[in-house]
């Protein structure tokens, strides 16, 4: 999550990030949010820039058994969502 907000700050042009951690029903979330211009999925894949840092999230995110939702589109900021199971 720490490359999520390097990502806010270093190319969103974010003037707000909010951070939310929840623990409820045995889970746990957490999810980091920016206002900034955020970026249209289908066009960073279509191009094949697939962006390092998103790769290597979803890849950290994997070997810890938690997933990964990313939520953005062009204009309207982003939103990155990890979800694990509590034991």
């Known amino acids: 999550m720490k490359e ?3 990502n806010s700050l270093k190319y969103a042009n974010a003037k707000n990030i909010t951070i939310l951690f929840l623990i409820k029903d045995n ?4 999810e980091i949010a ?3 211009i955020g970026f249209n999925m289908d066009l960073l ?3 094949g820039i697939k962006g390092n ?3 290597n999230m979803r890849n950290r995110m994997m070997q810890h058994n938690c997933s990964l939702q990313i939520v953005t589109s062009e204009n309207e900021g982003c939103k990155i969502i990890a979800q694990s199971k509590l034991y």
């Open 27 to 30: 889970q746990f979330n957490m």
């Open 53 to 55: 840092g998103l790769v």
């Open 4 to 6: 999520a907000i390097n």
């Open 45 to 47: 894949e279509e191009s």
């Open 34 to 36: 920016d206002d900034g």
